[in-house]
């Protein structure tokens, strides 16, 4: 056995090979055209492979050589604003290559090596340093610093360390053994990086979406998962939060998804500014595409790619936000590949292994003390395309059984037009008990008790409308039907949020408490007009209402708000003197 | 080209021939079958090893003994390609059906495709005049999109396809889109409805047909698709056409795909329907598009009938998962009369927000299809409720969400079969019909349209 041996067998995207010395995840080069591929199992003299690229017009017989290395990903400065297939290579790079069809044996360095990139050192000679001490920084985009960290295993004292423009392999750092460093490091994948310890999550991911902001929060470090049949918003939901979470590093992941929603997303974010830095939202990104037309075993691998970028962004002490859109095509791609294999199939055809590889990915999540004593995070947000949306299919529950807070998609919804389509009487996240201390201190001391109102009412009209649909509206005692009033304005003004409204797209923490007392300050001041002897319909349709909630797509309504409320209470109040 | 013909069947099960130690043979490679009555059979390489090599043959296995001669071809599946596919009528498997000459290539294209780039992407955004009321205002087609058709047995879904592809059109803008038609396993009738309809309006001269009908091999299925992708990639891509592809039934596209996996044996995904049919039909759908560099365009109308009109069932499941929105055709509207029976609730376009707006269509087009939406969908849902506790029980809200969908479907959803609306006619009617509603009521109207273009609240 040998470094080289050869093709015996070819089954889609899965290659046989014999007369190789390779070990398990081991990357090997496959047939004339070397095409990049991965072992994933090892039978006697047999060696199976995965391959990252289309196999048709291969033959047994041609080469496959073996390169020693696992999968692994090049981490330095130039990973942001980037764009990447499953296994790292740059999609601008392969279109310089090869045009607009992407064809394959083309190789690309998944970060560009011979750029320069101003490195100002932040340890000195005779410092010691150790595994993810950071030795400079680089200014990478206009809003990030770059940190430089010792990657694992190599310490001790700074012999050299130098000042000035550097590319990615040249050495910046000597210690006294000799060991030099470059910015530029690897990673395998399929391990996870190394850290101190795991923190409980303790703040909140602001996403400036309402309801989920406000009813199910999501920690900095924490799990999501989004189920939801096709149409039902999972992808717009990944959007928002892609672009408005207050993350500082965020890897999109598009994992079998569709070619368009990453153009969309590729010429969207460079125009739009995030509201925590005013800058272009491009400035924090890194994005994975690989569409579902793109081979199955790179989309396989496109998750572990992106959340690796992801922990070393978080190992320099940010708080990184993932989304994978959708974990149910990694999840294919993983039954795929193991179907090829023939292997004892699980549930639905899915492998046994399935729902440990869920749970070890989501594990990957955190708010971890670095290796330099740092604080940072990542939150992963999964999406799940459950065949037909039901959700007792493998991927949505081996999701839930790991994710702590899950936003339930819902058709019906969003067949009404009801946007973001999260139901709110099955969704629930297991945060706030944690948050609830941070809500206190940032927004209103008050802000918990809030949220508790506004989700009972929410549940006592979901009770009400079961009566209302045997009997009607009309024969419920006026209180309800002012609590079905109150109940719809939740809806309509506050869980309703338009994803494609300049203004409506983000609503800041401050203005979504307000709007929720709003609700509240109708709530009260109906009630005791009614007890006054108004009329519902007459204090339910009063115009300013209608224009407080109109308000809200017009830009600086945080500060009309308060006016509004204010006129509302005024009319509401006229309309007893008028039954008067 | 290998000229040598092995003799080494072992096997023969139903599309799939296993035969013996060959010489190296490519994954995906051509392959050539003679029967003993000296007849020809076509198939394709789907495992291959130094043993063992498995063929799927794409005109069946009828008359396939272990004496049948193979050739392999070195070559996968390509399709000769030129200018003069344009106008052409041709089987399944690509040759003339027209009694036509054969085509002569320009190049020969592999009909598989390879994937576009996602960075070489261009944003679709043109919108596309269908001129049918219901598709234009609420599920708003821009050229490059893939956008099916989700109907079911009975319903007149063709009659829909063929309106789109004699009115569709950029707005003011009378250029035309060379049509690729598909067909795969529908019966000789709907192909003729189809053929008479596209050489009655003169489109057939502007159009390339791929035939593969009820009676023809149900493996060729698998390669018909494709082979109308490919032509369309290369009008569109190479020559800067824009091409609408319609292909009609997926239904029975999917149907070959699960017949080869229970063939070789593999293990079913939902209701036996292979675990990658996502895959594959992707490797379909996602053959539409606008591309850097290119002026042409694919824009995609896959027509599928869903299996007893249930649409969990994994054909409009997987299909809906991968396109950009669906045009689902209900059987309830038809039986009330209506045509086009299109129920806009449970359709969606997801490209629609780019494609229309201020120097698009018209600047309160998204406020208005909103409030269409949400309009009719009350409508619809206190329907069920009158029906059990009547009108009376109804406040005045109610009653005129209940009455709106009615006119929605009988004034606004329904239009003659040639009757082609301009997006602005669409638009002034929903004003209309939307103004029996109090404006109170209308909350997702922007202030300023109303003020704008509501009928008797204009200022
Ligand atoms: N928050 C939102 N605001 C407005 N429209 C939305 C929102 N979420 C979803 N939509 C609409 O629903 C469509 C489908 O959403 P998408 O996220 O693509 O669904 P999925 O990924 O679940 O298939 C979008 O194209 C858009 O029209
Ligand atoms: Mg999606």
């Not at chain 1, 709530?523 to 339910?540: C, M, T, Y």
């Not at chain 2, 082979?227 to 800067?240: I, K, Q, S």
Request: hydrophobic share 40%.
């Amino acid at each position: 056995m040998s470094e080289k041996g050869q093709i015996y067998r070819i089954s889609g995207p899965v290659v046989t090979a014999i007369g190789i010395k390779a070990a398990m995840f081991d990357v090997v080069r496959v047939g004339n055209e070397g095409l990049m591929g991965e072992v994933i199992e090892l039978h006697g003299d047999k060696c199976v492979i995965q391959v990252y690229e289309e196999t048709s017009g291969i033959r047994p017989g041609e080469p496959v050589i073996n390169t020693g290395e696992t999968l692994s990903v090049a981490l330095g400065p130039g990973l942001l604003t980037q764009i990447y297939d499953g296994i790292q290579r740059p999609l601008e790079a392969l279109e310089e290559k090869m045009g607009v069809f992407i064809t394959r044996g083309v190789d690309a360095d998944g970060i560009v090596m011979d750029q320069k990139w101003e490195f100002n050192p932040t340890v000195k000679v005779g410092d010691s340093v150790k595994p993810g001490t950071v030795i400079g920084t680089v200014q990478e985009t206009e809003t990030i610093v770059h940190k430089i960290m010792v990657p694992p295993k190599k310490e001790g004292v700074v012999k050299d360390i130098k000042q000035g423009e550097f590319n990615v392999t040249e050495t910046v750092c000597t210690l006294d053994d000799g060991t030099e460093l470059q910015m530029m490091q690897k990673w395998p994948v399929r391990t996870p990086r190394p850290f101190l310890q795991k923190y409980a999550p303790d703040t909140p991911l602001i996403t400036g979406q309402r309801i989920l902001d406000f009813l199910f929060p999501l920690a900095k470090g924490g799990t999501s998962g989004i189920p939801g049949p096709f149409g039902s918003g999972k992808t717009v939901t990944q959007q928002q939060l892609a672009k408005w979470s207050d993350a500082q590093i965020v890897v999109y992941i598009g994992c079998g998804e569709r070619g368009n929603e990453m153009t969309e997303v590729l010429s969207e974010f460079p125009h739009l500014i995030d509201p925590n830095t005013e800058k272009p939202l491009m400035n924090r990104t890194v994005m994975i595409a690989n569409t579902s037309n793109m081979p199955v075993a790179a989309r396989e691998a496109s998750v572990y790619t992106g959340i690796t970028i992801a922990e070393y962004f978080r190992d320099m002490g940010y708080d990184v936000a993932l989304m994978a859109d959708s974990t149910s095509r990694w999840a294919e791609a993983m039954r795929e590949i193991s179907s090829r294999l023939e292997e004892m199939p699980g549930e639905e055809g899915y492998p046994a292994y399935l729902s440990s590889r869920l749970a070890e990915f989501y594990e990957r999540a955190g708010r971890v003390e670095t290796l330099s004593g740092d604080d940072g995070s990542v939150t992963v947000i999964g999406a799940v395309s459950p065949p037909g949306g039901d959700i007792s299919e493998p991927v949505s529950q081996g999701t839930l059984r790991i994710v702590k807070v899950f936003w339930g998609l819902d058709a019906g919804l969003a067949r009404q037009r009801h946007f973001p389509s999260i139901n709110w009487l099955n969704s629930y996240s297991l945060y706030p008990a944690s948050l609830d201390q941070w809500y206190r201190d940032n927004v209103a001391q008050d802000f918990p008790d809030i949220r508790t109102e506004i989700s009972s009412l929410l549940q006592v009209e979901s009770e009400l409308q079961e009566i209302v649909q045997l009997v009607g509206s009309d024969a419920l005692p006026i209180d309800q039907q002012l609590t079905l009033e109150v109940a719809r304005m939740i809806r309509e003004y506050f869980l309703q949020q338009n994803a494609f409204h300049d203004v409506d797209t983000f609503s800041a923490l401050e203005q979504q408490y307000k709007m929720a007392l709003a609700i509240l300050t109708f709530q009260s001041e109906a009630k005791k007009a009614i007890a006054a002897g108004a009329a519902l319909e007459d204090v339910v349709n009063v115009e300013s209402r209608t224009n407080l909630m109109r308000a809200r797509f017009e830009s600086g309504y945080l500060e009309k708000i308060d006016g509004l409320v204010d006129s509302m209470k005024k009319e509401i109040n006229s309309a007893v003197e008028a039954e008067k | 080209m290998t000229e040598k013909e092995y003799r080494t069947i072992t096997d023969v099960k139903g599309p799939l021939v296993f035969l013996n130690k060959t010489e190296p043979v490519s994954f995906g490679e051509i392959v050539s079958l003679r029967l003993s009555d000296g007849s020809t059979k076509n198939g394709q390489v789907l495992d291959t090893s130094d043993e063992m090599v498995v063929v799927q043959v794409f005109e069946g296995t009828a008359g396939v003994d272990l004496d049948t001669g193979i050739r392999f071809m070195g070559d996968v599946f390509k399709l000769p390609v030129s200018k003069d596919l344009v106008g052409r009528i041709l089987t399944g498997a690509g040759k003339p059906r027209d009694g036509g000459p054969d085509i002569v290539a320009e190049h020969n294209a592999d009909i598989i495709g390879a994937a576009i780039n996602p960075y070489s992407r261009r944003s679709p955004e043109e919108f596309i005049q269908t001129g049918i009321s219901a598709i234009d205002s609420c599920t708003s087609l821009v050229r490059g999109q893939k956008l099916p058709i989700f109907s079911a047995s009975g319903l007149p879904h063709n009659d829909i396809a063929l309106q789109i592809a004699r009115q569709a059109k950029l707005k003011d803008s009378d250029e035309d889109f060379v049509v690729v038609f598909c067909a795969m396993g529908i019966t000789a009738e709907e192909y003729n409805f189809f053929r008479y309809d596209l050489e009655r309006t003169g489109a057939l001269e502007n159009a390339v047909l791929f035939v593969n009908l009820a009676d023809d091999p149900a493996v060729e299925r698998l390669i018909t698709p494709r082979l109308a992708l490919t032509a369309a990639e290369y009008l569109a891509f190479e020559h800067d056409y824009h091409v609408l592809v319609i292909y009609t039934d997926m239904t029975n596209y999917c149907e070959s795909l699960r017949q080869i996996g229970a063939a070789r044996e593999e293990v079913p995904g939902r209701r036996g329907y292979p675990g990658y049919m996502y895959t594959d039909l992707a490797m379909l759908y996602e053959r539409a598009g606008i591309v850097k560099g290119k002026e042409g365009s694919i824009t995609q109308f896959p027509i599928l009938t869903m299996p007893g009109d249930d649409i969990t069932h994994p054909i409009p499941d997987l299909s809906g998962y991968i396109t950009e929105g669906q045009i689902v055709i209900s059987r309830e509207l038809h039986q009330k009369g209506i045509y086009p029976p299109i129920n806009v609730l449970p359709s969606l376009s997801r490209l629609m927000n780019a494609g229309i707006g201020p120097s698009k269509t018209r600047e309160d087009h998204k406020s208005v299809s909103d409030q269409l939406y949400a309009a009719y969908a009350q409508g619809r849902e206190l329907r069920g409720l009158v029906a059990i506790v009547g009108e009376d029980a109804l406040n005045e809200r109610d009653l005129q969400m209940l009455k709106f969908a009615d006119l929605f479907e009988n004034k606004f959803l329904r239009q003659s079969k040639d009757e082609d609306r301009t997006i602005e006619g669409t638009l002034d009617l929903a004003w209309e019909l939307l103004s029996s509603i109090n404006t109170k009521y209308l909350v997702r109207l922007d202030q300023k349209w109303i003020d704008k273009y509501h009928p008797t609240e204009k200022k």
